[in-house]
């Protein structure tokens, strides 16, 4: 009962936000989802507000007034998540046709699940980045689930890499689980975007290990996802790129203190987070009205 607010985890997708992040620059802009922790963490956004704004404190990247859906960090690009399904799709879109206007090189990437492209918002911004050559990138973070249904209980084929190509934009499907094939991916969408190219489409194979939002497995809260679980924690991304390090010659005492640095930070985000004041009841009409 500590977090109020709903919080859908990023667990299992780890390496989407990564590699796709490491493709940009500061000035780019990401537009996330209800699923957006680690587009935040990933773009540069600060451990201790996002905890703090989980856990609905003053001191949170939203004031403790979004929640875990919520999430802001103008100083690196993130003007904000939203938890309405294909909702942030227009605003990257939006965000694409401003610099394009202002004569700027940034670019602006859009995170959404599968469940998205069944959206009008979808298809609309699509074609319009399509027509106008706006510098965007659509991720596709596909983890085969939309909230509980299967990807195969929602469309008659499994061909969402496809749909780029309806629109006459690079549309390709990648390992979402392989940090580097996204960067890659990830750096030549961006590129095509910064040269007046367009934008691209990334289909990021993917699986989110917990339920749809909480913290538990589906199966502890009677749903039953199909027996794919063992084998996407097999494909675990970070143990994946871990052992890709120790290949290339990265020690295991680095790898482990690191891991130690990232423990001792979270740790740190937390207590910071328990120990930031509840916004007050006399604040209740701020921020309402610009």
Not at 52 to 77: P, Q, Y
Not at 116 to 140: D, K, M, Q, W
Request: with cysteine; net charge negative.
């Amino acid at each position: 009962g500590e977090v109020k607010c709903p919080c859908h985890l990023y667990i299992g997708q780890e390496a989407i936000a990564v590699g796709v992040c490491a493709a940009l620059e500061p000035e780019d802009t990401i537009w996330g989802n209800h699923r957006s922790h680690g587009h935040y963490l990933a773009k540069g956004g600060d451990l201790h507000a996002m905890m703090a704004e989980i856990l609905g404190r003053e001191t949170g990247c939203a004031g403790g007034r979004g929640g875990s859906m919520h999430l802001v960090a103008k100083e690196v690009g993130i003007l904000g998540t939203v938890p309405i399904v294909a909702g942030t799709i227009p605003l990257a879109v939006g965000a694409g046709l401003a610099y394009k206007l202002q004569g700027k090189r940034h670019v602006a990437a859009a995170f959404f699940g599968d469940g998205a492209t069944e959206e009008g918002h979808f298809f609309e911004s699509v074609n319009l980045a399509a027509l106008y050559r706006l510098p965007v990138i659509f991720v596709l973070e596909n983890n085969l689930y939309a909230s509980h249904m299967h990807l195969s209980e929602r469309r008659p084929l499994d061909n969402l890499d496809q749909i780029g190509g309806l629109f006459g934009i690079p549309s390709i499907r990648l390992d979402g689980n392989d940090v580097l094939a996204v960067y890659r991916a990830a750096v030549e969408a961006a590129s095509r975007a910064r040269t007046g190219q367009g934008p691209s489409l990334l289909e990021c194979r993917t699986y989110r290990w917990r339920g749809h939002v909480g913290h538990r497995w589906d199966e502890d809260v009677g749903v039953k996802r199909r027996d794919e679980l063992q084998e996407w924690l097999d494909r675990c991304p970070l143990a994946r790129f871990r052992r890709s390090l120790l290949k290339w010659g990265v020690s295991e005492d680095q790898l482990n203190a690191l891991e130690e640095e990232v423990e001792k930070e979270v740790e740190s985000a937390l207590q910071f987070a328990r120990q930031s004041p509840l916004p007050g009841p006399e604040t209740v009409g701020e921020y309402v009205y610009v």
